[in-house]
């Protein structure tokens, strides 16, 4: 034992001398220390996205597992991918499956989810002047109010005419539906004097006409796509730390209704010139200008070129206060489609002035928002599947600290899961039962061939378009046959009913590992699975997963740099050192022993360099960081968890870099050391004789 102490003192002092000697095998360790301090910090940054997107994702809705249908063919996500919303089996009595659920240890709470995807249309160039129109038609009787009933009137008149002269146009280009003729009769009388000789006495006989009739004559406008998630909203909103509401108010329980991600609001319902501006904003904060980016200018033209557009929805009161407000903004008198493009004229040294006098002055004269809360919009599933539901704006909401309005984390909308069940054509338990009750009449269910599917043939009642009764009071006109689901639900048709899936989440200390199997293992007439927070961010997650393999490349392709250099640099030096092993192994050392000494050469480099590498880079990760880094693009905080990435150092990844830098380092000095080793004493000292 002592014998083999004294060898291997003799060899660290060997190995250590040789390197003290020979400066050129410094290169090895310097080769480590520099793979160590670029990897230090670079472990703890993708530590640090990889923490920064877990906690982005269970905070807004991921939760740490999400439940669902064993049976189901695809797992849940909580933000809808390239495939589209995945194929689910609905849970078919959520509150028995909730109940489970929470019984389990370890679970804090539990949120039903649906993912959807639904579209809307924004509206066509009329709504925004029948909506100013039936406002002030709403007003007290008064000569003030029929003068500008009188205006308003005068100026919608002409803009059907502008309608009436397409619609002419198109009728002698192509064949329009018969069931179009009347419509289209309608709108050219509306663009006559005669239609509104009787406005100011009778305006909401006028409104239905021109709502019913005439408004759709300018077409639907913009279909707009709605991605969002089914759930129950309040509880969505106390469950989930990131849910921030911006505008508007939370449903109250039992209330139907649509939370709008504040960034589909404002890409999608805000007037698109005012979007536009917004946009050019962002690009100047990030460093951009007029001058060298030819996309802030393409904007620019395309704002001015949608003036026309934006003229078309102003009535005559706004028009008139908007070119006043120009021409005193601007100094000059002309024109409102003159001033209007004079003023969207934009450069790097009036752009600043002109969007702060845009939102302080003209904005009050614009219609800013398509939509605002309080609003109703129409619903309806993409693919035509379901019926068309009306939904009220409550308000718009974001996710705290991951991204600003244009972030993709913050287009994701909320409805109320009575309503989402619905939109995707599931039938509600009241419909289920009238429809088996419907089944059993007609003896339906005497067919084995039918039984459960012959249910799901049926679809929940549409809103249908229906002949209005008119009335003489003011009051909103009724339709017969018209079905429009409640505004209210009741805490039973909302737990009692179908979900998806659930968001499930952990109290302190309990594992996802040790929860799913259990999970898994519930009794019950469904069979459940889970799914961890990676697989249901879905895309999010995966981007994620993309930066860490690209991290990785970067790792394996630093390591086999190191390890070819330090290779070849030992395998120069083993040469170099033929004479000096053909004099050890004369003196009696053996072959192990040379193999020996030379390998702990790549020892002693490689753990001396990855030391010292790995204090650099844990030092200059302090600096680099400080109280943290400031994110200012939105689509990175919500990978790195917030707007301030705070990577920290962690003591496990600092020592697998060091190992693994020196294992590099070691296994790259395997040939060298078993060359060198290898040469035959008697050779060894003819070589360092010549």
Known sequence: ????????????????????SRPRSWVVGFLAAGAAALLTPGASLMRSIHDGTRRSLIESGAGDLQVYAASSPESPRVVAGPGGVPELVPMPDYAVAESSLRALPGVRDVVPLELGMGSTFRGNSLDD???????????????????????????????????ARDSLRRSEAFVDDPVDADDLQALREASTPAFWEHFTQSPQ????????????????????????????????????PRFELVTGQLPPAGARGLLMGQATYEQSFKLSIAARLDELKRERERGATFADDERLRTLVARNVEEIPDLLARLDVDRATALQATLARVLGGEGELPTLLGRFLALDDANFDARYGQFYSELAPHLPLYRLRPGDTLVLRNPLEQGPALPVRLWGTFRFQGLGGDDGRANAISLVDLVSARQLSGRLTRAQAAETQQLVETFGMQKDDALGRQSLDAFQPPEVVDGEARTTSSGAAPSFRGARAPPDTFTEDELNHGSAMHAAVLLAPGASTDELAPRIAALPGEVKLASVGWQESGGILAGLVGMTQVVLGLFALLLALFVALVSAGTLLLLARQRVGEVGTLRALGMQRSEVFASLLLEGLLLGGAGSVAGALVGAGLLRVWTGQGIAIQNSALQFFLGGPVLRPELMPSATVAVVLGVTAVVVVSALVPAWRGSSVAPGVAMRRSED
């Open 1 to 20: 034992m002592a014998a083999g102490s004294g060898v291997l003192v003799t060899l660290w002092w060997l190995t250590l001398q040789g390197v003290v």
């Open 129 to 163: 002047k029948l909506a100013v129109l039936r406002a002030a038609s709403r007003a007290p009787a008064s000569e003030e109010r029929d003068a500008r009933l009188r205006r308003l009137g005068e100026d919608l008149r002409r803009t059907l005419e502008g309608v």
């Open 205 to 240: 006989d006028v409104l239905e006409v021109l709502e019913n009739k005439v408004a759709r004559q300018a077409g639907e406008g913009e279909e707009l796509s709605v991605d969002y998630l089914g759930t129950d909203l309040p509880r969505f909103a106390r469950t989930f």
